[in-house]
């Protein structure tokens, strides 16, 4: 199963990590986090098929957080690259998308690529709070 959404912030990208990382029973593949200039992109796959129950409740957290998302091509084509087992940064380069982390949900990296960027910028923009 797969799920994908858009975030307005790294705030809101961080919880829903930190949800994901609290159901272990989710059995999660991969998460892809993927940064743009006006927000976050999001995608979640599972490895096996989930209750009606457990699948409902993640759809409500992401519409909680988040927007369905249908991304443009070339964020399409990047996701697909990234599920294929292309590298994060061999992506990144082709795709022109910054690829913020995919593998197992992990916060630090989020915080990181945040911290990094607000230093880079000298300022925190709306989309980095």
Not at 6 to 13: K, W
Not at 50 to 64: I, M
Request: aromatic residues 10%; charged residues 20%.
């Amino acid at each position: 199963m797969e799920y994908l959404c858009y975030l307005a912030n790294a705030s809101l990208t961080l919880r829903l990590i930190e949800y994901l990382q609290s159901k272990p029973q989710l059995k999660i593949s991969f998460v892809t986090v993927i940064n743009q200039i006006d927000g976050w992109v999001v995608k979640v796959r599972l490895k096996y098929q989930v209750s009606p129950q457990e699948d409902g409740d993640l759809r409500s957290v992401l519409s909680e957080l988040g927007i369905r998302y249908s991304p443009p091509k070339q964020v399409q084509l990047a996701l697909w690259s990234l599920a294929g087992g292309q590298s994060p940064i061999d992506v990144m380069h082709r795709y022109q998308v910054a690829v913020v982390s995919h593998g197992q949900p992990e916060t630090q990296e989020i915080e990181a690529f945040r911290q990094v960027f607000i230093r880079g910028l000298g300022y925190c923009p709306q989309t980095l709070a």
